[in-house]
Structure formats: C-alpha cells, structure tokens
C-alpha cells in the first residue's frame, strides 16, 4: 500500500475509522500508534524564548549567544535535567559534538517541558522573556 493513512484518535468516530481501516489493511501493514508530536505554537514559542535569550546580555562560556547556539544549550540542559541520554562524541575534525534530540520530533508533551526548562533559566537569570516578547513584536520578529 502507497498511501499512508494517519487517524488521530480524538473521538469515537476516529476511532472507529481507524478500527475499520485496520480490519481490513493488507498483510504486512505498518502500524505505529505515537504521541502527538509538538505544534507549531510550541515550536514558536520555543525559537521565540531562544530569541529572547539571543537579545539579552546574558552570556554564555565568556560570551553573548546566538538564536540557534542558545537553542542547542536549552535542548541539551533538558536532556540533562530530565535524565535522558547526553552523549558527547569526537566529531568528523576532532571537536567535540553533542549529539542531541530532535525538537522536530518531540511530543507535545516533551516540548511543553522543554518551554517550562526555558522559562525557568529565563527566571533564574533574570530575562524578563515577557517584556523581551513584547519587543519583538514591535519589531515585527514574533
């Protein structure tokens, strides 16, 4: 089978139309049932506090960080912080890379902490994101 069929299950009908679709799939079907993914609200919020970040005078390692380099430090924090799997490895001309998840394919629920992790470091350093957010929209970035 070519075509690939996702039913999200948030009603009966649903439900029932995946039940349908299943009891009469061919053999060999693939069958993943996943938590949803994050949203494109989440997504936005999160580069939205990594901008805030970007735009603050806080520093990291000596110094000020970019949009995407705070977004790497976030994500691995997190991982750290939520007991999953750092891993840090020689990269392909001897630095040293830190292999890390994908934000593009958490859960709802796992961006929803990534956020939570996000706006935590923001309070403990003192970046007011709320006041940062309302700049950027000024400035047309969010």
Same mark, same amino acid.
């Given at each position: 089978?070519? *075509?690939?069929?996702?039913?999200?299950?948030? !009603?009966?009908?649903?439900?029932? @139309? +995946?039940?349908?679709? #299943?009891?009469? &799939?061919?053999?060999?079907?693939?069958?993943?049932?996943?938590?949803?993914?994050? *949203?494109?609200?989440?997504?936005?919020?999160? !580069?939205?506090?990594?901008?805030? @970040? +970007?735009?603050?005078? #806080?520093?990291? &390692?000596?110094?000020?960080?970019?949009?995407?380099?705070?977004?790497?430090?976030?994500?691995?924090?997190?991982?750290?912080?939520?007991?999953?799997?750092?891993?840090?490895?020689?990269?392909?001309?001897?630095?040293?890379?830190?292999?890390?998840?994908?934000?593009?394919?958490?859960?709802?629920?796992?961006?929803?902490?990534?956020?939570?992790?996000?706006?935590?470091?923001?309070?403990?350093?003192?970046?007011?994101?709320?006041?940062?957010?309302?700049?950027?929209?000024?400035?047309?970035?969010?």
């Amino acid at each position: 089978m070519a *075509n690939k069929r996702i039913f999200i299950l948030a !009603h009966n009908t649903a439900r029932e @139309l +995946a039940a349908k679709f #299943l009891a009469c &799939a061919p053999d060999g079907t693939q069958v993943t049932f996943a938590d949803p993914t994050r *949203n494109l609200d989440q997504n936005a919020k999160f !580069h939205a506090l990594c901008h805030c @970040l +970007a735009l603050s005078d #806080l520093q990291w &390692a000596g110094k000020r960080r970019t949009l995407e380099q705070w977004k790497v430090l976030l994500v691995s924090g997190h991982t750290k912080a939520t007991e999953g799997d750092v891993e840090i490895v020689p990269g392909l001309e001897n630095e040293f890379v830190n292999i890390r998840e994908s934000t593009a394919l958490m859960s709802k629920k796992r961006a929803s902490s990534l956020i939570e992790y996000t706006i935590a470091f923001c309070a403990s350093n003192n970046i007011d994101y709320e006041e940062s957010f309302e700049k950027l929209r000024a400035r047309g970035l969010l």
